[in-house]
């Protein structure tokens, strides 16, 4: 059982960062894949970036260039460094965990199918 808390979402202003956090709990967390995704009022969630236990990552085409996935398997501790944010980057953000035994890619970490340990989410506002 992986439990997952989120943490460092707010409000700032479009071209503005901020650095999110999720804490997980579990003596195997070095070998989850782990990702984010979000989901604004009104819409699906939806994919933003995973990174596997090799730290290959995968990462949404919305987010390219702006985020930046990273993990910490000392601290058990996976992190999202949001630059250049803008208003529609306004969603709840959520932490997930999941394990697979065998890749050939890093695609596999956008289906949500793929995550079965997802965190409560953090609201993270951007205005313009």
């Known amino acids: 059982q992986v439990q997952l808390v989120e943490s460092g979402g707010g409000l700032v202003q479009a071209g503005g960062s901020l650095r999110l956090a999720c804490a997980a709990s579990?003596?195997?967390?070095?070998?989850?894949?782990m990702g984010w995704f979000r989901q604004a009022p009104g819409k699906e969630r939806e994919f933003v970036v995973g990174?596997?236990?090799?730290?290959?990552?995968y990462y949404a085409d919305s987010v390219k260039g702006r985020f930046t996935i990273s993990r910490d398997n000392a601290k058990n501790m996976v992190y999202l460094q949001m630059n250049s944010l803008k208003p529609e980057d306004t969603a709840v953000y959520y932490c997930?965990?999941?394990?697979?035994?065998?890749?050939?890619?890093?695609?596999?970490?956008?289906?949500?199918?793929?995550?079965?340990?997802w965190g409560q989410g953090t609201q993270v506002t951007v205005s313009s």
């Open positions: 997930a965990g999941g394990w697979r035994a065998y890749y050939s890619s890093t695609s596999y970490l956008a289906q949500g199918d793929e995550y079965s340990y």
């Open positions: 579990g003596r195997t967390f070095s070998s989850y894949h």
């Open positions: 990174i596997n236990w090799r730290g290959g990552t």
